[in-house]
């Protein structure tokens, strides 16, 4: 897993790859009653900073996401959560404005877009936004609309009514959606667009564009299919019936099925079906969850799990030839590494009281823990790296792995440990810390500890992956609530608390310079980071006067 970070108020700490604490520890620290007043004053009395960020879209935003090169913004204004009983509580429903990163005036694109999957997405090219308007949440539905990204004074094209999944290629040249039922496929932006079959849930693309592959509703016996895009009187080609999950591997060379062999079945068989040939190999009779490398070699599944907390045998198999093997028995979760040499997992599952407290099963005041164990692929033996282990990271390259231990002599309290490339031995870091990442590109390690109040005030430490064994963690900010790197590494986003309500100060950082800008105060968090780089960063404000999107430029 990325992270173990399943409390609430943690989740928008968790982003570009930071890990986390599941339950965060007391923090250490802090001043009294007196000296809480006196920065509270202090807070409310102090000038404004001058706004270094322009305005790109006005209005009250909720949801702000940019286009995969960083060029366009998108947002939801004057959101509002649907009149409807049962509907999630993040569900919201409002105009869909877009703009350029650079300049240009805003565009609404549509009505009732909801937040919800199903809303709006970019292509992978950032050429084209397609969104679902006039979202009926009570039927999971709306009217599909292309726009062009590049051109966004161009009148969007209408597609179909009644859209209730939408999915474009890896190339952007493609387009599936479901409408009424019937999968259509053909060209962006505008088709024409052939109907391919009927009863269908989803679709996916296979990477290099050649194939779509689609699931029946489970009404219509939930069978996955494959269909050739370039034949266009191809008929659809059916791999299995009652289908429950299914990936299509980048690789191109296989799709994972886990499916049930009568729809009476309570587990369901984990299938590798060779793409070329259809050839299906079974790989196991019972397979909960399964993950692949990212290079499509190797797959791993839960099997036998049950109980209130959900663990079971973990298996390791070869996508193609080899027996699988059973790792472990009693497994919560695991990770293959970036690059498809390690898996690690954490077996014996715990849930124990946190600080002290009386614990219950499933109380969020629990520390969520278990071995963690580490197997070099292929035919590695697990290894231990750590008992009562709450959560863990690898580096982008996957040759080093960060994690956290729950230590509990002389006290409880959590500790950092990094594996660093090649070591045989984790270095420990530091106790107490909150968030945790690895700079893209700049091989080090970066954490937020030394908390005050309540983990809204950090000092920001990093070390060097190529550091001595002995060398210490280097302080490299105070007070910090959160940060979150571009792209590359080259900068980051930075974000302090305030005192008097639940906004934050903006800052950016050259990483390589030491050069830190304050943009903005008062501004919603997490913020955008724009292009590979992150020369330019996009944030919310909600204030009365000045609500909108905004851009500033890094330093």
């Not at 990163?101 to 709006?120: D, F, H, Q």
């Not at 587990?267 to 196991?284: C, G, P, Y």
């Not at 800008?517 to 204030?543: F, N």
Request: aromatic fraction near 8%; glycine fraction near 10%.
């Amino acid at each position: 897993m990325r992270s173990s970070c399943l409390a609430v108020l943690f989740a928008a700490l968790c982003l570009g790859g930071a890990a986390c604490k599941e339950n965060p520890p007391p923090a250490r620290g802090g001043a009294g009653p007196r000296g809480v007043i006196e920065r509270v004053q202090k807070e409310k009395s102090a000038p404004r900073l001058p706004v270094l960020g322009e305005l790109r879209i006005p209005g009250v935003p909720q949801d702000l996401r940019a286009s995969p090169d960083g060029a366009v913004l998108t947002v939801l204004l004057d959101a509002q959560k649907p009149n409807l009983q049962g509907a999630p509580p993040p569900m919201r429903l409002g105009e869909l404005w877009a703009a350029s990163a650079e300049k240009g005036e805003p565009v609404k694109l549509g009505n009732g877009v909801t937040n919800m999957p199903g809303g709006w997405l970019f292509s992978a090219d950032s050429r084209w936004i397609l969104m679902a308007a006039g979202w009926d949440p009570t039927q999971q539905l709306g009217e599909l609309y292309v726009q062009d990204a590049r051109n966004l004074k161009a009148e969007r094209q209408r597609l179909a009514a009644r859209v209730t999944y939408f999915v474009p290629s890896d190339d952007s040249k493609q387009l599936a959606f479901v409408a009424n039922g019937v999968l259509h496929v053909g060209p962006l932006p505008a088709g024409p667009f052939r109907q391919v079959a009927g009863e269908v849930s989803t679709a996916e693309f296979s990477a290099d564009g050649k194939y779509v592959y689609f699931r029946r509703r489970y009404s219509a016996a939930g069978g996955l299919f494959q269909v050739a895009i370039a034949d266009e009187r191809a008929q659809p080609k059916r791999l299995l019936d009652q289908v429950a999950e299914y990936t299509v591997l980048r690789s191109g060379k296989h799709v994972l099925v886990n499916a049930r062999a009568t729809p009476g079945d309570r587990t369901f068989q984990l299938h590798a079906i060779e793409v070329a040939s259809l050839d299906d190999r079974k790989l196991t009779d019972d397979a909960e969850r399964f993950r692949v490398t990212p290079d499509g070699q190797y797959v791993a599944w839960f099997a036998n799990g049950g109980g209130v907390a959900q663990t079971g045998e973990l298996w390791l198999s070869p996508v193609v030839g080899g027996k699988p093997r059973k790792l472990a028995d009693k497994v919560k979760d695991f990770e293959f590494s970036p690059d498809s040499k390690r898996l690690v997992f954490r077996d014996n599952y715990l849930e124990l009281p946190l600080g002290g407290r009386e614990a219950k099963l499933g109380d969020p005041k629990v520390e969520k823990v278990g071995d963690l164990m580490l197997v070099e692929l292929p035919d590695g033996a697990p290894k231990k790296l750590q008992r009562l282990c709450p959560n863990y990271l690898f580096s982008p390259d996957g040759a080093a792995l960060a994690y956290t231990a729950r230590i509990e002599n002389p006290e409880v309290t959590r500790r950092l440990l990094l594996l660093k490339p090649g070591a045989t031995e984790a270095v420990a870091l530091k106790d107490w810390l909150y968030e945790y990442a690895f700079r893209p590109g700049g091989q080090e390690l970066v954490f937020r500890a030394d908390c005050l109040r309540e983990g809204r005030a950090c000092d920001v430490l990093r070390v060097a992956l190529d550091a001595p064994k002995d060398a210490l963690p280097k302080k490299v900010l105070e007070g910090v609530y959160s940060f979150k790197f571009s792209k590359d590494g080259s900068r980051a986003m930075v974000a302090y608390a305030h005192l008097t309500d639940q906004t934050f100060d903006l800052a950016l950082r050259n990483m390589s310079s030491g050069e830190q800008k304050t943009v903005d105060q008062y501004v919603e968090w997490p913020a955008l980071s724009l292009g590979p780089d992150g020369a330019s960063v996009a944030y919310l404000v909600k204030e009365k006067q000045r609500a909108g999107v905004y851009v500033a430029k890094s330093p």
